[in-house]
């Protein structure tokens, strides 16, 4: 195709401008500055886009039939409640799903009275047999009964298109736009994302807090079309819906389609949208065709052919077909007869009409004329008006002649596949292809090269450039923008980027997302730049050709520099704001939330330097801001500084208790946390909090329940650290009243708080407090997600763990069912979450001595996660070793060993011979080795254990002190007391120092030095080590507790051995008791702790010589999974747990142990409102 070659950088340089170069010498000169209008635009980006989806919705429905089937289909999710949900409408372009989706909103939209003609539609499209499917229908109506309680409203219905004409595809930027109208349609208090990297993840929050006003229909359309920037389904699609929210999504095949698939298991309704059928082609064609040559023509009767076609069931086909009729009439002096005989011999797919489209264009106007007019068109962002494209044809050499008479009969002819023009908000008509396949058409016909696009966006790039009277527009701009980056010129758009005036121009709330993917995409044309001039040969110092001496590519810190620069000598703009200060910070704004803190700093650094000593309000916000960047960069010392440099300014300027106050000394916490000062960082939460309720009172905007409560959790946070358990409580407490003052008691964020009381209270060992907040929060999920969620399965969950932790492991066994029933109703049985649940309940089974019950759960885990993850996943290597441990408890030794083996071989090869997971799979082998005796195999597998982690983790890190725990019993058991006792003593130092002596592990160390001094006849110290078991046992777990049944026993036995008969009495009596209750009468512990009491009446009495007979069993509490609220971010290893003798039944003694139980990473908790 023949275009001239234009290109923005070309434009010569006017006055001071070209003095500032770029940061590379042979750099061309900046181009002319851009102008950028003064005024707002009458239609702000977001506002244009809703009217332009109405504008499609009207395009799309004009002449459609309704398809009863498919539109019931989707009435019937809409009216639904529960699972599935979201559903996913699948169909290759073209195939009507915009169509559908168009009609489905407005009949959603039309109240009851479009309801009542579309029940009246339906059945008459049953009577002519059109095909409505009346199945399910009493399941869609019992869903619209629930629905009722759901919202009694008519539904909200939240649309978004992929591919409006001069829209971003940004998924992130439509997500941030349906987030603002969510916030503005419900006057929701929280704020939108204050960096781009939350976009993704803030969809969920907005749309919980909406559904509880009624409810919500979120509608999008073209998918396929979206430019996702590593944001998945799982960021923002909620995994539990709210009941009053559905979902539907339209899309041709694609990565997010997939994604979508496989993260949504059983809760996606897959809707494959079905070619349209004879009827329903007819019917579509006479609709299109009524009044055309009078309405006489019987147009299905003569069309057989054509409505036979191999692409005839596309909507889009036979869209194409009807317009060609109609220009092909017109073009035969209306002989409406000859067009329709003459569609009979059109191609029959849609790709070869769209050929024969061009082919008569080209015959009738030349292939120059239709190439440049077309591609011009499908290169602009915002299409283009005629005058225009007019003008841009006239730029062409060989069109520089064209009569303005051609043009128009040329425009007649592709306004059919244009937006209405007649409907866009412009003073003049823009035209801008209708659908993605015509564009595409164009492109692969006349501009199938690369090359070719890039010089036509150039062009009109160019074009906008130079176009300033009567005024810059704002369209204008985004062309600039938009064609030099889509035309490949770097050195344009980095001018651009970098003229102070444009960035904040682009720097908003509706087109800020846009300006971080222009920076985005320079700076790979900066590196494509690079690797093009490095890779070309130069002249040597011999005349040969020799590679150049490399240079690195521009990076994001140079293209900020060059923007600093020009900023200096840029003039303030006419209304004075825009000053170069003012400039540099509104970069460093975006810079900082668009996630590149270094460059904020840099900027923020130069901007507080100019300012020095400066104590204004202007100097507080940069300095505030550039703590805050070197925050998240980590420069901990200069962060602080500045800090409080801020700090003393706004206290001088303005007072103490001040918004701006709070948030400053909220970083400063921050910075102490991370860099481990928890006392100091403990102050400054707690005055952080009391400055929020001193603003709150004083009547600061700012100061509201929100910011209060996000302090007040803080506060816990680092309560919790610092192990002020009744601080951190008190702060959560008040945050939940504040919570529930302001959004009621019935409400996610509640739910969500409650779920981290419930974590913090477990932890501290209040069980009842625990189980309040995690049944509060259940009963709520089951309301606003439904019985069916991954919320409920999360809470089913918890709850196991906590009354597992509690003793109760029948309650914990029931619980664990429970949610493996929800879990594989919602994501199927052969989901990776699944497997985890299945881990879980095998572990609970496991600890209740249920082996034969356990084994199936385990090889079922293992089965789903080598299928779905591979069989050399790590997951594999934790679903082998679990399996190993139950082997082992079953004493089915040989098969147990292979399965360490190969989960140790695993984790080797996956993470390296060093890694902490090799060492506590080396130790649970050596576990195995010392129960078959095989003492050296053994003690080498526990030394390589301890070398690993004291090189991996510190000499004084709480797992080394389990493998020397472990290592010790080897040792102990081999009568080798002397070597045992050190290690035992070393273990006992670690986890006093790292824990403090009253953390719930502490038991099962002194229980075990206990153990050994009884061993080496210590008595009196075995009591005393054996009492400290007890007291921190029923301190941390509770006097009812299983465990502290178990080191009752111990103490008893050791009592007996003192022959004080009366203690060791006691203690088993109490034992007995604790057993009864939570094991039940007929365990095996509970009888022994009986026969117990009966051998030490008999010794009272002189009548017994012999100890019980009965070798008792080693209590293994079970480890697996953590899903406590806090445990979401855990390590995929389980924390330190213990092997604890029950009653020793001498000789010999068993040894307690402290051997890993591999976990599986925790399930993450379903995706819910965050802060």
């Not at 398809?67 to 989707?74: A, G, M, S, T």
């Not at 009807?322 to 035969?332: G, L, M, Q």
């Not at 005024?471 to 490949?488: K, L, Y």
């Not at 806090?1126 to 068993?1150: Q, Y």
């Amino acid at each position: 195709m023949a275009v001239r070659d234009a290109a923005v950088a070309a434009r010569p340089p006017d006055g001071g401008s070209a003095t500032v170069g770029g940061t590379f010498p042979d750099d061309p000169p900046r181009p002319t500055p851009l102008m950028v209008p003064e005024t707002a635009p009458e239609w702000s980006p977001a506002e244009l886009e809703r009217y332009l989806h109405v504008v499609a919705m009207e395009r799309h429905t004009a002449h459609a039939i309704r398809r009863h089937d498919l539109l019931d289909r989707l009435h019937q999710h809409c009216d639904g409640v529960g699972n599935p949900n979201p559903l996913l409408l699948l169909g290759p372009p073209g195939s009507g799903k915009s169509t559908a989706l168009a009609m489905l909103m407005s009949e959603i939209e039309g109240g009851p009275a479009a309801r009542r003609r579309r029940d009246s539609s339906s059945l008459a499209g049953a009577a002519d047999g059109a095909g409505a499917d009346t199945s399910g229908t009493s399941s869609a109506a019992a869903a619209s009964n629930s629905a009722v309680s759901v919202a009694g409203a008519e539904p909200f219905v939240l649309a978004h298109t992929f591919g409006l004409l001069g829209h971003s595809d940004d998924l992130r930027r439509a997500l941030l736009r349906m987030c603002a109208e969510l916030k503005s349609r419900f006057n929701i208090y929280v704020d939108l994302p204050s960096r781009l990297e939350d976009v993704g993840t803030a969809f969920p929050r907005f749309l919980a807090h909406a559904a509880l006003f009624g409810k919500i229909v979120v509608v999008l359309d073209g998918l396929d079309k979206a430019e996702c920037h590593d944001v998945t389904p799982e960021d923002w699609l909620p995994a539990a819906l709210p009941l009053a929210a559905r979902v539907v999504v339209a899309s041709a095949g694609c990565r997010a389609v997939n994604a979508l698939k496989e993260k949504s298991g059983l809760l996606l309704d897959v809707l494959p949208i079905a070619p349209l059928d004879r009827s329903e082609r007819a019917r579509v064609v006479d609709a299109a065709l009524e009044g055309v040559g009078g309405g006489r023509v019987p147009a299905s009767a003569t069309l057989g052919d054509l409505l036979a076609a191999e692409d005839a069931g596309s909507p889009l086909f036979l869209a194409l077909a009807v317009e060609e009729i109609k220009c092909r009439a017109r073009a035969a002096d209306g002989d409406t007869y000859a067009a329709v005989e003459e569609a009979n011999g059109f191609p029959g797919t849609t790709v070869d009409l769209l050929a024969s489209v061009f082919d008569r264009l080209e015959r009738r106007f030349g292939t120059t004329l239709v190439a440049e007019a077309t591609t011009l068109i499908a290169c602009s962002r915002s299409g283009l008006t005629d005058s225009e494209t007019f003008a841009l044809l006239r730029g062409a050499p060989t069109l520089a002649n064209l009569p303005v008479s051609e043009w128009e009969a040329l425009q007649a002819e592709l306004e059919p596949h244009c937006w209405p023009v007649e409907r866009l908000p412009t003073a003049s008509n823009l035209m801008g292809f209708f659908h993605h396949t015509f564009t595409t058409a164009v492109f692969r016909r006349f501009a199938d090269a690369a090359a070719e696009r890039r010089l036509q966006h150039l062009r009109v790039a160019a074009f906008f450039a130079d176009l300033t009277e009567p005024a810059p527009s704002h369209r204008g701009v985004n062309e600039v923008v938009w064609g030099c980056r889509s035309g490949h010129d770097w050195h344009a758009l980095r001018a651009l980027l970098t003229d102070p005036h444009v960035h904040a121009h682009l720097w908003n709330q509706d087109t800020q997302v846009d300006l971080a993917t222009h920076w985005d995409a320079l700076l790979k044309g900066e590196q494509k730049v690079a690797n093009a001039r490095n890779a070309k040969l130069v002249p040597g110092p011999n005349g040969a050709l020799i590679p150049p001496k490399p240079r690195p590519p521009r990076r994001r810190a140079d293209v900020v520099a060059e923007f600093v620069r020009v900023a200096d000598v840029a003039p303030v703009s006419s209304d004075g704001i825009l000053t170069p200060d003012v400039t540099k910070e509104l970069m460093a704004d975006f810079l900082a939330w668009s996630g590149h803190p270094g460059e904020a700093a840099a900027v923020l650094r130069a901007l507080a330097a100019e300012k020095g000593d400066e104590a204004d309000v202007a100097a507080v916000s940069v300095n505030y801001k550039l703590g805050r960047a070197l925050g998240r960069q980590g420069v901990h010392l200069e962060c602080e500084e500045t800090l409080r440099r801020a700090l003393a300014a706004e206290q001088m300027l303005v007072g103490a208790e001040t918004p701006m106050v709070a948030e400053i000394v909220t970083e400063l916490c921050k910075v102490k946390m991370e860099t481990g000062e928890a006392e100091q960082a403990g102050q400054l939460a707690a005055h952080a909090v009391s400055v929020w309720e001193a603003a709150e009172a004083a009547g600061y905007e700012e100061a509201d329940v929100s910011t209060l409560v996000e302090a007040l959790t803080r506060l816990a946070e680092v309560c919790e650290v610092l192990d002020r358990k009744v601080a951190a409580e008190a702060a959560y407490e008040r945050a939940l009243e504040r919570l529930e003052y302001m959004l009621g008691p019935d409400h996610p964020e509640v739910a969500e708080h409650l779920g981290k009381m419930g974590g913090a209270y477990a932890a501290h060992g209040e069980w009842e407090k625990a189980e309040f907040c995690y049944c509060r929060a259940l009963a709520f999920a089951h309301r606003f997600s439904g019985p069916s969620s991954l919320h409920i399965s999360h809470f089913y969950n918890v709850l196991a763990e906590l009354h597992r932790a509690r003793g109760d492991a029948s309650q914990a066994q029931a619980l664990y069912q429970r949610a493996l029933q929800v879990i594989e109703a919602v994501l199927g049985t052969n989901h990776s979450e699944t497997a985890t649940y299945l881990n879980n309940l095998g572990e609970t089974l496991r600890a209740r001595g249920r082996f034969e019950d356990a084994e199936p759960m385990y090889v079922r885990a293992l089965a789903i996660d080598e299928s779905t993850q591979g069989v050399s996943h790590p997951i594999v290597a934790i679903r082998l070793n679990n399996l190993a441990e139950l082997f082992r408890d079953m004493g089915r030794l040989e098969d147990a060993e292979p399965m360490y083996q190969r989960a140790l071989a695993i984790d080797m090869a996956a993470l390296g011979p060093n890694h902490p997971n090799v060492a506590t799979y080396l130790n649970n082998l050596a576990g195995l080795y010392k129960a078959r005796e095989m003492w050296d195999k053994a003690a080498e597998h526990y030394t390589r254990a301890i070398a690993i982690d004291e090189r991996a983790l510190g000499p004084d890190h709480p797992d080394v002190a389990i493998y020397l725990n472990n290592l010790a019993g080897l040792y102990k058991a081999q009568r080798k007391l002397r070597e045992a006792e050190p290690l035992y003593l070393r273990a006992l130092r670690i986890n006093e120092e790292s824990l403090g002596g009253d953390h719930a592990d502490m038991a099962i160390y002194f229980n075990n030095v206990a153990l050994l001094y009884k061993a080496q006849g210590k008595l009196g110290e075995a009591r005393s080590y054996y009492q400290r078991a007890i007291d921190i046992g029923e301190k941390t777990l509770g006097a009812e507790h299983a465990q502290v049944a178990t080191r009752l026993s111990n103490l008893g036995a050791l009592l007996v051995d003192m022959e004080d008969f009366a203690g060791a009495e006691a203690a088993f009596a109490r034992a007995l008791a604790i057993r009864k209750d939570a094991l039940g009468e007929d365990h095996e512990d509970t009888q022994n702790a009986a026969e117990w009491i009966q051998h030490i009446a008999e010794r009272r009495a002189g009548a017994a010589d012999s100890l019980p007979h009965r070798k008792v069993a080693l209590d293994v509490p079970a480890v697996d999974d953590w899903v406590a609220g806090e445990a979401a971010n855990a390590a995929p290893l389980s924390p330190p747990a213990g092997l604890e003798a029950r009653p020793p039944t001498p000789p010999p003694e068993p040894e307690p142990q402290l051997e890993d139980t591999l976990a599986s990473p925790p399930p993450p908790p379903p995706a819910s409102p965050r802060n």
